[in-house]
């Protein structure tokens, strides 16, 4: 029997510093609760569930080295206790928050606006939490179901966007007519350009000087964060990859593909995988139709996507062919380029 006198203990689960001081400082203002710690991530707060022995768990989604569902299913398997998810990711009715509780969550709620102000929620989360202690919380084991369909569910969810943009020939002169448009505030930004080995060294370090956003030269494991553009290195494939709410890229060597290493339909074919519809793609002027199937790809998945127009284009392939297969859906003229990139960028962030 659940003896009520006892404050309630509760470990705070959230990457960010601001946001978990807040609640805090709130939670900690009722008489009947106790917060007992704060963990920035699921590694940390697994350690302190052992040690503190909490009695409930509010838990963020988008974290990195691990997201909040992922964690909340080997919870709730190996050490369940009542958990309410607050993240910004959780609209109710939203996927996110049908995954949630179909994991095992009691409740979940939308976290406080960019200002971060707490208002009515304070009231609402601390009743969530009164009621979550007398929650029946049973262990659940894993339910069988395809990684593939695990993977799209807990990773097209983020509130972090991703730009990938292929170029080939004539493509140097239209990414610097991109580049130097996008403000240091601009999402992430990963690019194949068809050049050769040694030369996407020198054209980045160009490009960082001339750019309000860092530009370099891809390294395997370089994390894709805002303000940040990442080149592939020539003679070496580059694939988005994710960990947690964390986007980083893997480089290697392989076999050629459509003919190139780097090839634009690696990288957008990655893109497609784990950043769906949180992602822009952009194929610009070039030969071939390399980035066409992978592009249309990225449709597919949720991406909105740009091709340069016919005017525009030194060579007018890779955009001819990606517009033909249907992979597009907006044909602009590269001075417009990074404007619709930033549209289309916006309009993803208020829906």
């Known amino acids: 029997m659940l003896d009520l006198t006892k404050k309630i203990k509760v470990l705070i689960v959230d990457d960010s510093a601001v946001v978990r001081e807040i609640l805090k400082r709130t939670l900690s203002a009722d008489k009947e609760i106790e917060v007992v710690g704060t963990a920035p991530d699921p590694f940390v707060a697994r350690d302190m569930i052992v040690a503190l022995a909490p009695d409930v768990l509010t838990l963020d989604v988008e974290m990195p080295r691990m997201d909040g569902i992922t964690f909340l299913k080997k919870l709730m398997e190996y050490h369940p206790l009542p958990v309410i998810i607050v993240s910004s990711l959780t609209k109710r009715g939203g996927e996110l928050a049908l995954e949630a509780m179909d994991a095992g969550a009691v409740d979940v709620m939308s976290k406080p606006g960019a200002a971060y102000t707490i208002g009515d929620l304070a009231i609402e989360l601390i009743d969530k939490i ?56 601009s999402p ?50 580059m694939g988005l990859d994710r960990s947690g709410a964390v986007y980083y ?5 392989g076999p050629l593909v459509m003919r190139h290493r780097p090839s634009v339909d690696v990288l957008f074919e990655s893109v497609a995988t784990y950043a769906g519809k949180n992602a ?59 404007k619709k990139i930033l549209e289309l960028i916006e309009n993803k962030r208020r829906t």
């Open 130 to 185: 009164k009621a979550a202690r007398n929650a029946k919380i049973l262990k659940r084991l894993p339910k069988s179901y395809s990684k593939v369909t695990h993977k799209k569910l807990s990773l097209s969810e983020t509130t972090h966007q991703v730009v990938a943009i292929g170029a080939s020939t004539g493509g140097v002169q239209a990414l610097q007519e991109v580049l130097t448009q996008l403000p240091a505030t």
């Open 188 to 237: 992430g930004v990963v690019i194949v350009q068809h050049m050769p080995e040694h030369f996407t060294a020198s054209f980045a370090a160009r490009m960082n000087d001339i750019c309000q956003v860092e530009v370099k030269e891809a390294q395997d494991g370089d994390r894709v964060s805002p303000g940040r553009v990442l080149i592939a290195p020539g003679n070496y494939h």
């Open 249 to 253: 890229v893997k480089v290697s060597q």
């Open 280 to 338: 822009v793609g952009v194929i610009l002027t070039g030969m071939g139709s390399d980035g066409a199937l992978g592009i249309k790809k990225m449709k597919e998945q949720g991406a909105l996507t740009i091709a340069q127009d016919e005017a525009s284009c030194i060579v007018y392939g890779m955009p001819k062919v990606a517009i033909e297969l249907g992979g597009i859906d907006f044909i602009v003229p590269l001075p417009q380029i990074t």
